[in-house]
């Protein structure tokens, strides 16, 4: 069995339980980090962050665990849509506590800017289709 340390303060109620419903799990399934990245399509530094809380394990890897260690998928995927809800998006988690407050203490998450770019240039090109196939119908068909 693994010796865990423990999850960071900062980590809410119900990604804390999603995490330590993971790691019971890979504790039962007796492997290694290494191993289980093996078998499944996550590293294993990608395991040693989804386990330790650093970051929020992808829905695919609660699944891929729940696989090797042939349990009930159902449970842990509604404690990852729990998890998910209030799981800190765009901000990395860190394990001390948290640092003082400063000027960046209003500034919004660094996932928020891409997700805000992102949407614009969706429009953008949803614009520019809409533009062109209203041009495209127009214009003369060019039969003569």
Avoid: N
């Amino acid at each position: 069995m693994t010796r865990w340390r423990p999850l960071p303060d900062v980590l809410p109620r119900e990604a804390r339980h999603l995490v330590e419903q993971l790691r019971a799990l890979k504790d039962r399934t007796g492997l290694s980090l290494a191993e289980l990245a093996r078998r499944t399509a996550y590293s294993k530094s990608s395991w040693q962050r989804y386990l330790s809380g650093a970051k929020q394990p992808p829905r695919g890897a609660v699944q891929a665990l729940c696989r090797v260690a042939g349990a009930d998928q159902a449970r842990l995927l509604a404690l990852w849509d729990l998890a998910d809800t209030t799981w800190p998006h765009g901000v990395p988690v860190a394990a001390g506590p948290a640092g003082p407050a400063g000027p960046l203490a209003d500034a919004p998450p660094a996932g928020a800017e891409y997700r805000r770019w992102r949407a614009a240039a969706l429009v953008s090109f949803g614009v520019i289709v809409v533009l062109l196939a209203g041009l495209l119908w127009v214009l003369p068909s060019g039969s003569g």
